[in-house]
């Protein structure tokens, strides 16, 4: 299974991104998906998450300004993120549940589950 985000870049404080991430097995097109992000000196923390069964999950820090959707084949799952802040500068990665998702891993990504390369999101003022 693969799993790639893409998306990331950098923009100014208040700005916009979509980041994405696509699975590359249909096997796990049913799987819970997550968004986490770590930045330098922070441990890793868990912004979002795509749930089979249930509502979606949001941290505090991102709700009303992150959404989390995915496309009809549920293959690919998209964090729309706006009104963008300095404090959102992290490297972003996707995570695809095998096992449960881990809520606060130190260090991410972990050796459990699904993860992607990560993508680099950078606010600026």
């Known amino acids: 299974v693969q799993v790639v985000e893409s998306g990331g870049g950098s923009v100014q404080a208040g700005g916009s991104l979509r980041l994405s991430c696509t699975i590359t097995?249909?096997?796990?097109?049913?799987?819970?998906m997550a968004w986490y992000r770590q930045a330098p000196g922070h441990e890793c923390e868990l912004v979002s998450m795509?749930?089979?069964?249930?509502?979606?999950y949001y941290a505090d820090s991102v709700k009303g300004r992150f959404t989390v959707s995915e496309d009809n084949a549920k293959i690919t799952v998209y964090l729309q993120m706006n009104n963008l802040k300095l404090e959102d500068t992290a490297m972003y990665y996707c995570a695809v549940a095998e096992y449960p998702l881990e809520p606060a891993p130190i260090q991410c990504p972990t050796q459990k589950n699904y993860w992607g390369q990560g993508t680099q999101v950078t606010v600026s003022s």
């Open positions: 795509r749930k089979v069964d249930g509502m979606p």
């Open positions: 097995s249909a096997t796990f097109d049913d799987a819970d």
